[in-house]
Every structure is written in C-alpha cells, then in structure tokens.
T-cell receptor
Framework: DSGVTQTPKHLITATGQRVTLRCSPR?????VYWYQQSLDQGLQFLIH???????AKGNILERFSAQQFPDLHSELNLSSLELGDSALYFC?????????????FGPGTRLTVT | GQNIDQPTEMTATEGAIVQINCTYQ??????LFWYQQHAGEAPTFLSY????GLEEKGRFSSFLSRSKGYSYLLLKELQMKDSASYLC???????????FGAGTTVTVRA
C-alpha cells in the first residue's frame, strides 16, 4: 500500500458525459501528479500540482482539467468524454524533490467510456 | 523534452538473469527510476540512479551512465512473480516531472 488513495476504482460512463476522479496523496506529500495509461500509449503524464498550484503540464487535453485543494487532495475532471478516453488514470504523490523514491502511485481509476 | 527507449518484450527462464536496457535523451536530467508494474496495477518503485554506476538492491540492480544516456535494470534469480512490465523513467531537473518509457514486458517461464 503506497498510502495514495484514489476513488472510484472503476467508472463506466457514456460518451459526452463528465466525470471526476479523486486522489488523496500520502500524508506529508505536497505534490500530486496525474497520469493516463492506455494500452497503446503507455504511461502519459498529464499534470502536476504542488501545494495547490499547477507546476507542469503534459499532454493534457483541453477537455480535461485538474485542481489541488487546500487539504492537498486533487481532482481530475474529464468532460465531453470520448471512447478514446477509456484508460487507467493514476495519481501519484511525492515531496517536491521526490528524493530517492520517486513518486508513489495510487491504485488507479479504470475509466470505461461506452 | 525526453525521449526514452526500451525493448518491448523479453522472455527468460526461472532462475536466470535478465538485463533490460533503457536509453534516453533529455533536456535536463535529475535522476532515472525503474518501476515494476503488474497488469492492471499501479507502478511500484524499484530503483533510483542519479550518479554514474551500479546500485544494488537484493536481486535487482540498476546501472546508469549519464554521458551515454544509458541505464539498465538487472534482474537476477528470476522468479515467476517477476513477470511484469518494467518502466524506465527520467526525472526532469526543470519541474521534477517523470517521463516514462513504454515499458518492457518480461515473461518468466518455468
């Protein structure tokens, strides 16, 4: 158990809908990262928040947005969902510098868009 | 940006040794990580290198050559439970972002 929690574990929804994925980082970690992993794309970095502020953006679609709240939990919002958005979405956390242990990953949310 | 290459698949026999290579090109290097990921599960941290040389942790060792943009993960005394995907990831010195390779699927056969 990494100490990072994600809800829900599974999500099935229809095209055009909007969903929110939630992540609680490890106690004491200020950084939260979101990744998308699909079968043909590998693990893709989406966005990084540190202590409530956006620090880095990857290949995140405009239909996707995220935020980190004062209690450090984070939410990833996916809207106007398409079939191609079906994937595993991972949240990871770390202290800013990640030290020698990199990032700790949560169990993921499996999103299926039908 | 980062460009990370690793082989797609490798197969080895239980008890044997397997070496997974990773080459990278980066605009700002701040460490290289190896993660293990079983199908449908979260990546878990295996090793970290920021200086050149070999880091050994039990059956797993990782090597880094920064001048060559090269790393390898060595898995010794392979066990069936080592069948998994192994991800090479490079950390950026600019924003601490991890960029992942596509992963190497290792299959251990009896």
């Amino acid at each position: 158990d990494s100490g990072v929690t994600q809800t829900p574990k599974h999500l099935i929804t229809a095209t055009g809908q909007r969903v929110t994925l939630r992540c609680s980082p490890r106690s004491g970690d200020l950084s939260v990262y979101w990744y998308q992993q699909s079968l043909d794309q590998g693990l893709q970095f989406l966005i990084h928040y540190y202590n409530g502020e956006e620090r880095a953006k990857g290949n995140i679609l405009e239909r996707f947005s995220a935020q980190q709240f004062p209690d450090l939990h984070s939410e990833l919002n996916l809207s106007s969902l398409e079939l191609g958005d079906s994937a595993l979405y991972f949240c990871a956390s770390s202290p800013l510098g990640t030290g020698v242990t990199g990032q700790y990953f949560g169990p993921g949310t499996r999103l299926t868009v039908t | 940006g980062q460009n990370i290459d690793q082989p797609t698949e490798m197969t080895a026999t239980e008890g044997a040794i397997v070496q997974i290579n990773c080459t990278y090109q980066t605009s700002g290097f701040n460490g290289l990580f190896w993660y293990q990921q079983h199908a449908g599960e979260a990546p878990t941290f295996l090793s970290y290198n920021v200086l050149d040389g070999l880091e050994e942790k039990g059956r797993f060792s990782s090597f880094l050559s920064r001048s060559k943009g090269y790393s390898y993960l060595l898995l010794k005394e392979l066990q069936m439970k080592d069948s998994a995907s192994y991800l090479c990831a490079v950390r950026s010195s600019n924003d601490y972002k991890l960029s992942f390779g596509a992963g190497t699927t290792v299959t251990v056969r009896a």
